[in-house]
């Protein structure tokens, strides 16, 4: 089993930035492909960058130039660089894990079976 668990998300004004971090533990291998999805309520739960093993990353077309996905391979930990933060970026964002997807430009969340608990970041206008 993986452990992941979500930290940084808070409520800032538009045009703010925020890091979220997500510390993975467990049987986790810094192998494993790991991602950021959100969900608004109403909306289907939406992919929002991901990582693979060897580094290379992946964005919604939303965010791309905005957020900015990252690994410590050393502290098993993820994060999100959030910059101009807009409000539609409002939602509950959810790491994610799995030693195997089928790409990782995907950004399905079907491909995933390691999810955290989800932290909450409210954007203000």
């Known amino acids: 089993q993986v452990q992941l668990v979500e930290s940084g998300g808070d409520s800032v004004q538009a045009g703010g930035s925020l890091r979220l971090s997500c510390a993975a533990s467990?049987?986790?291998?810094?192998?494993?492909?790991m991602g950021w999805f959100r969900e608004a309520p109403g909306k289907e739960r939406e992919g929002v960058a991901a990582?693979?093993?060897?580094?290379?990353?992946s964005y919604a077309d939303s965010v791309k130039g905005r957020f900015t996905i990252s690994k410590d391979v050393a502290k098993n930990t993820l994060y999100l660089q959030m910059n101009s933060l807009k409000p539609e970026d409002t939602a509950m964002y959810y790491c994610?894990?799995?030693?195997?997807?089928?790409?990782?430009?995907?950004?399905?969340?079907?491909?995933?079976?390691?999810w955290g608990q989800g932290t909450q970041v409210t954007v203000s206008s």
């Open positions: 994610t894990a799995d030693s195997s997807i089928n790409s990782v430009y995907d950004l399905s969340p079907y491909e995933y079976n390691y």
């Open positions: 467990g049987y986790f291998q810094s192998s494993y492909y």
């Open positions: 990582i693979e093993g060897d580094g290379a990353t």
